[in-house]
């Protein structure tokens, strides 16, 4: 029953909608309880023989009319207690998916998607069923147990009555010894549909790549043990739960046994008289469902307990990224400084990702960032987006820290691009507007043709109005990328960062992009990471990175001249660039 304390919260601030529900539901089981006592007296008078049209009408007619007022009673006692259990779900699923909104990149490096999908689905229906079904089956299950027993003893023998309920308390010993396990076996389940969730989604997210290495079966074969997996947990979860139903059952026919045999008696007696048995019959017959509704709710209560735990759980856990809620609310601009003294990721605290970065940017002015893998461009650029706050120094812009900007105020001023980016399955037009769909066709059109996409959506089936699919399926590497450059531009973002957002495209288009964003960008800043000299080698300044520390900075003429890493791999880069246009020209030739 903890669960009910544990959402204490929501049913006070819907308490006049419960309270409404719970309301007819009492007038319900008041309407029920009188049809049983008008089957026995009608009993008795038709065993005595006096029965006439007046009494058919009578008790006919009571019996009709008690039907009809449970039917309008039990309408309205549903509707008030299905929408409050809908309007959990509704609160449950907003809080969860706010907080997915505002957690940070370590929680996602954390938590899988399956199972954060898992949590937003399965666990809030579970939880959901607590507010409905739930609440129906307790307070239904108490209040008929309570009315029947009461009209037992009332309307037949309380003598009868009190011999006949003695075997109830059999149920609650059950309940007591199967609840722990229950609770247990209900949890399991749960993280094996996480688990099932999160490989499903891992599989259809990468079906390329299962094809293309031709890893189908072997990937079936993972996927049929994960379900074989959840399978037999979830028949452990049936073995436990299916216990009380057979267990109600033998309950309920203890009782029969005791109505027949002393129920018999006390009539052979005329104790009490056989409508009153009949009476008593039916009131039994009441009882079935209460029983076996206790069994439901206690599945429903158990898997709700567990669900909500999971749940609280992942809304409990706190983002590292703290916004200054006094913090300035005028788009960041202005130069861009980083003074970096040291940072280390928090999954990782013996290895230092940065160290000693100290570099100004000025307004206007583009920044070149290269160096080998893991020499640590993007950990600056995840430090500039705010990824990350725990480090040892300060960024700031237009003279003020990062972190006294709102959030909103801060990222909005940045428009970034990284090597994969993630499209949505809307329209080419949408997605290069995604970050302002006010933008019109003309706007969209400016920001594809600096982009150099332009021509590539003209040549689509429906132009701008063409479907991209799931994650950009239907388009090219190079044609993500530069859809999500057009994406960036179109805002016209005071930085704009890209992080190696040009490595699909080729030469010539490299170097009308770059022309576009030189032209256009005059007054605001430019951050370019990139393993091509040739998108870095016009900025302001290069920076050359090695174990996370800035080993050559300076133009490109200047690190050329220092004859170091950047020279060496600018040597190289050029030499494998003659030997493609010196085959290329061989093959035009033999063509």
Known sequence: MSIFSKLMWFFKANKRLYILGLS?????????????????????????????????????????????????????????IFQGSAL???????????????????????????????????????????????????????????????SMAFVVDWRLTLIGVLPLPLLAWGVRYLSPKIRRAFTASQEAFSRLSNKSQESIAGIKAIKTLGQEQQDVASFTSEVQNTIAINKKVARIDSM??????????????????????????????????????????????????????????????????????????????????????????????????????????????????HLTVKAGETLGLVGRVGAGKTTLIKLLLRQFDDYQGNITVGGFDIKQYKLKAYLKAIGYVAQENFLFSTTVLDNIRFADLTKTREEVEAAAKKAAFH???????????????????????????????????????????????????????????????????????????????????????????DDGQIKERGTHAELLALNGWYAHMYAQQQLATQLDEQLSAKEENNA
């Open 24 to 80: 007819f539901l009492l007038l319900t089981e008041i309407s029920q309880m009188v049809s049983p006592a008008l089957i026995g007296r009608f009993t008795d008078i038709l065993v005595a023989r006096e029965v006439t049209s007046q009494n058919l009408l009578i008790y006919g007619g009571g019996i009709l009319l008690f039907s009809i007022l449970m039917y309008g009673f039990r309408y309205a006692w549903i509707t008030h």
């Open 88 to 150: 959990l779900e509704r609160t449950l699923r907003q809080q969860l998916f706010d907080h997915y909104m505002q957690m940070d990149t370590t929680f996602y490096q954390r938590r899988r998607t399956g199972d954060l999908m898992a949590h937003a689905t399965n666990d809030l229906s579970a939880i959901q069923r607590v507010a409905s079904g739930g609440v129906l089956m307790l307070v239904d299950s108490i209040v008929i147990i309570i009315f029947t027993v009461i």
């Open 244 to 357: 009380f139903g057979p267990m109600a059952t033998l309950v309920m026919t203890i009782s029969y046994v005791v109505m027949v045999t002393y129920g018999g008696s006390l009539v052979t007696n005329q104790t009490i008289t056989i409508g009153q048995l009949v009476s008593f019959s039916t009131y039994l017959g009441l009882l079935v469902w209460p029983m076996f509704g206790l069994g439901q709710l206690f599945n429903v209560l158990e898997r709700g307990n567990a669900s909500y735990m999971r749940v609280q759980e992942i809304l409990a856990e706190k983002s590292a990224i703290i916004e200054d809620e006094s913090g300035r609310e005028t788009l960041a601009h202005g130069d861009v400084t980083i003074n970096i003294d040291e940072f280390k990721y928090p999954d990782d605290e013996t290895t230092t990702a940065l160290s000693d970065v």
């Open 455 to 545: 021509d590539d959506v003209l040549g689509f089936p429906a132009g701008y109005e063409t479907e991209v699919g799931e994650h950009g399926v239907s388009l090219s590497g190079g044609q993500k990328q530069r859809l999500a450059i057009a994406r960036a531009l179109i805002v016209d973002p005071e930085i704009l960062i890209l992080d190696d957002a040009l490595s699909a495209v080729d030469a010539r288009t490299e170097k009308q992009i770059l022309g576009a964003l030189k032209a256009e960008r005059q007054d605001k800043t430019t951050i370019i990471a990139a393993h091509r000299i040739s998108s870095v080698m016009n900025a302001d300044e290069i920076i050359v990175f």
